[in-house]
Every structure is written in C-alpha cells, then in structure tokens.
C-alpha cells in the first residue's frame, strides 16, 4: 500500500513527557503524540510512562482519532535487548500505532515480533538521502522516516518526492548541535551516554576560550548550542512537498509549552489547508505570534534554508532561555451562573492587564481583567504576585477547567 498518499492532511506530531502533556497535546490539536517508556528511550531518565500510562494514553487518544508513537531510539549495546520482545509485544498488545527506533537490529526484532505495529526510522539515523529510506524500506520494511534535521528544504522535497514510504519532518524545538547525537561532550563530561538516554546538553553549557593560556572570551562566556527550530514560515512547502507529518521536539518542555506550541501550529495548518495554500503575511505575523507565546528560547530556521550559518548557534550566556512569564494561570473551574472563574496562579499580573484564553480547539478569547479575589482570605487584589495561588475572577465568556490564562500581548 502506498502509504505516503493515504493520508489527506498532513499530521502534526507532537511531545508528551508524561500522561497529562499527552492528553493536553491531543486536546489542543496533535494528530499524534510520541512518548518514551521507562526503558530503551532516548530521553528515559525524564520519562514518567509507566505501561499503565501508556495504555491509558493510547485510549485517551484513540477516543480523540489520535495516535500514539512510543520512542525505542536509543543505540543499543549488546546488553541492551535484554527484555526488549517482550516490551515490544506487550506496547503492541497495548495498542500503540508506532515505533520510533535508530537501530535496524530493533527495526528486524520489531518486524519479528510485533505484526500491527509501524516502525518509523529516528532522526538519530540521519537519514539525508531517499536512497538511504528507500533501502531501510526494502530492507527492513519499515513505514517512515524522520529526516535529519540537518536537511534543508531542498532535501526534503528530493527525499519525500523520491523515497517509497512517508516523510516526517521536524518544525519547532531543540537542535542538537552535532548531527542528532553524533556526541560524545555528555559522555565525556558526566559519564552519561546522549546516546542510550542520558545528554547533559553540554554543548548548552558556558565555556572559557583559551588561546594558551589566554582567555580570549572574558567578558562573555561561550556555548555552543543551537538555537531553537521555529519552521512556521516552512509548514506551506513541507505540505505541498508531500511531507507526512510535522514534528514538534520537547519531550521534556512542560504542559503550558506543549498546549501553547501545538496549538499555534494547529490553528496554522488548519488556516493553510482551509485558504488553500499560502497566508497573507498579516496572517502569517499572527500565527508566529501566538506560537512563540510558548517559546522561551532564541529561535532559528535550522538548516531549512540551506545553511545553519552563526547565526544559528546560541554563542553567549545572555541569549539562551529565558523564564516564560506569559502564562499566567490555569482555570480550575468556572460559574456559568455568574460569570466568574476560579484560577491557580503561575506568573505575576495586575488588574487592567489584557489577558486571553487558550482552550482547546478554539480561537483565543481576551478580555481585560476587572477584579479578583484570592480565595485563601476573601480580600480583594490589584495584583497578584504568589504562584500557585487560587483566585476568584469575572470572566466575559464560559471557559472550562484546564484552559490556560496568558497575556494578550
Ligand atoms: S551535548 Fe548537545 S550536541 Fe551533544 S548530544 Fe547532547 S544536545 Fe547534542
């Protein structure tokens, strides 16, 4: 079957850490969200799926026509396999769509084992060629590639136009700056393996330059990570070069990050496919806008242009993440009756600041904030400085528990 046609939208792919940031990414629009198990994972020592979790994930999605990709892309050593079938048939018995490997000896064992499952190629194999996915498929049978992130836009189309089975391609999130993982910093720095799970990001840590014995970067120490992708200005060709799905990167960001980014790109493609191709640049100004409310990264285009120049790389102290401080508070519940909501606090606001609310699969609604009273004492506030904090306040339309305040502007 030719997969790569079967499919009429383009999927988006996104992150989930735990339980809650998967269902929030299938409730504010992923097609898709992909997850690691406590073992055979990159990213295992942050991943809190326990199988039960799992399981309840895939229901959770699949009541929402979602899927569930389970991550197994860690490069394995011998020790490796040990207890790898068994895990293998009890996430297909579980009912998972998807397996994301890096190692062809999985890829055969998953093939062995596992009869429903697809198998989806990692990035962790750099694939930047349609002959190198083309042999994977004839090989190993597998359904999908993630492409390198080192592809430009170039590649994509030449790969997705050329290769047998469907394409996957990332748009926002962290870079690794040495090739996905071709890195030894984190094993050599901390003993831990960016391979089997276990990256420091060292490459995001701050370095003194020597020339001998000279330091040549006082003022200003070095790192040498890699800006964050942001690929909005992309979504059109990635569609209309016959891409498969859109990944977002960040199975370690937090639930604000996950609702706010994947819902961005929600209403981004969603506006592409209804106008039926490229926005207007009014448009696309607002689409970036609200995605980056849930960035706190410096940001680049990648190698999607071609080259990843210097502009690219993080270089200073002073330029990486900053705290996010426009997510302001979640609704706990809300009083149709009297138009008031009770909210948990996160960042600093004030009466008389413009706030919004992000629900799933709706437009953002904003409204100025007139009054509110904390709950802990009845008194009333202008400003509200303590997170976590349960406040009292009118709301000019219904929301729902779970929806996120953030600032309007
Ligand atoms: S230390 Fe940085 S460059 Fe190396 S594997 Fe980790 S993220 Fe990639």
Redesign the pocket.
Known sequence: MDRKRSASRIELLAPAGDLKRAQTAVLYGADAVYLGGMKFSLRSRASNFTMEDIREACAFAHAHGSKVHVTVNMIPHDEDFEGLSDYLKELEEIGVDAFITASPAIMKLIRECTSKVEIHCSTQMSVTNAAAANWLKETLDIDRVVLARECSMNNVKSITRDCLIDTEAFIHG?M???I??R????NRMTLRD?NRGG??????WTYQLLDGQRCVNERELFTM?SKDLFAADEICDLIEAGVSSLKIEGRMKTEYYVASIVSGYRHLIDEIYENGGRLPEERMAYHRAQIMKGENREVCEGFYPGIAGAGTIIRNTTSDASVNHGFLATVVSFDEARMEAVIETRNPFDTGDEMEILSPGMDCRTFTLTAMKDLRDDSCLTASRRPMAQLLIPVPFAVRAGDIVRKAV
């Not at 990256?199 to 995001?204: I, L």
């Open positions: 962290g690794c700056v040495n996905s993982g890195c030894t910093l984190s960016a990256c420091a990001q060292s490459c995001r990570g």
